[in-house]
C-alpha cells in the first residue's frame, strides 16, 4: 500500500508507539484528542466502540493502546477517511479498527442500534456562519464548524448507537455545557462526569469533557481540574504523561 500522499508525513503517537498519518493542509489532531480518547471509560477486554468525527483517525489509535474491543471510526470527508484507513494498515490494526466513510447523521443505520459499549465524539465547536467568516480551507472549516453536523445530531447519533447503559464521551467548548447537558438529557444519555481543563493555573477553562450513560440516573461527579501548562509554559506532568507516556 502506497501510505503517503501529497504533502503527508507520519507522527508519532509516543505514549501508544503507533504512528499516523497527518497533512498541513488538511487535519492534524489536537490535544482535544487526547484528553477525549484518555478520559473515556474503556471497555478493556471486549466489547464494540464508535468514534463519530473521526478526523484522521487519532482518537481510534489512541484508544486501541487502552482496550481490546473492536473500534468504528466514523468521518464525513473522504479525504480524512483515507487517511485514517491508511494509519490503521500501517499499525497493523485492519482487524480491531474499522473506518466507516459516512454522514454522522443517520450512521446507525448503516452501522447498527443499541449495540454500542462506548461512542466518543470530537465534534465541530462553531457556528457554520464563523467558517465563511474566517474563510478556512474547506477541510478544516468542515471538522471545526457545523456546516455538516450540529451537537445535537451528534448526541442523538450516539444516543442510537449506544446499547443501555452503554457511555458516550465527548470534548467540546465550556460556552456549549448548557447545551450539550440539555441535548444528551433528551437524548436520553444522562451526564455522569464532566472535567474541565485549563491552560494554566489562574486562566479560564477552554475545554471541556463530559461522559454520560444511557438510561442512566442521574448522579453527576465534577472531577478536577486539568491543567496544559504549568506557570513556566512547560506540559504539566499529567499532560507529559498522556502526550509521551513519561513517568515523572
Known amino acids: 500500500m502506497d501510505f503517503l500522499k501529497d504533502d503527508e508525513r507520519l ?3 509516543l505514549a501508544e508507539d503507533l504512528r499516523i498519518i497527518q497533512s498541513p493542509s488538511v487535519f492534524s489532531f489536537s490535544l482535544d484528542a487526547v484528553l477525549l480518547a484518555r478520559f473515556a471509560h474503556v471497555p478493556i ?3 464494540e466502540i464508535v468514534d463519530l468525527c473521526a478526523g ?9 493502546a487502552r482496550t481490546k474491543a473492536n473500534i468504528t471510526a466514523v468521518e464525513l470527508q473522504d479525504r480524512l477517511a483515507g487517511m485514517a484507513e491508511r ?3 500501517y499499525n497493523e490494526l485492519e482487524k480491531r479498527i474499522k473506518v466507516v466513510h459516512g454522514n454522522v447523521i443517520g450512521i446507525a443505520d448503516e452501522i447498527g442500534y443499541d449495540k454500542y459499549n462506548l461512542v466518543t465524539c470530537n465534534p465541530p465547536y462553531f457556528p457554520a ?3 465563511a467568516e474566517k474563510n478556512l480551507r474547506e477541510h478544516v472549516a468542515i471538522a ?4 455538516h453536523l450540529t451537537l445535537d445530531e451528534a448526541v442523538k447519533s450516539a444516543s442510537e448507537l449506544l446499547k ?3 457511555k458516550a464521551a465527548f470534548v467540546h467548548r465550556p460556552g456549549r455545557l448548557l447545551d450539550i447537558v ?3 438529557r433528551e437524548h436520553r444519555i444522562e451526564p455522569k462526569r464532566i472535567r474541565f481543563v485549563y491552560p494554566k493555573e489562574g486562566k479560564e477553562a477552554n475545554t471541556l469533557l463530559i461522559e454520560g450513560t444511557k438510561d442512566g440516573k442521574p448522579d453527576l461527579k465534577i472531577l478536577p481540574p486539568l491543567y496544559v501548562y504549568d506557570q513556566e509554559g512547560n506540559y504539566t506532568r499529567e499532560v507529559s504523561e498522556l502526550l509521551y507516556g513519561e513517568k515523572a
Open 144 to 147: 471545526r464548524h457545523e456546516i
Open 164 to 166: 443501555q447503559g452503554g
Open 87 to 89: 494509519s490503521v494498515a
Open 129 to 131: 456562519h464563523e467558517a
Open 182 to 184: 440539555t441535548s444528551m
Open 56 to 64: 484522521n483517525g487519532a482518537i481510534p489509535l489512541f484508544l486501541s
Open 11 to 13: 507522527d508519532y503517537l
Open 45 to 47: 477486554r471486549s466489547g
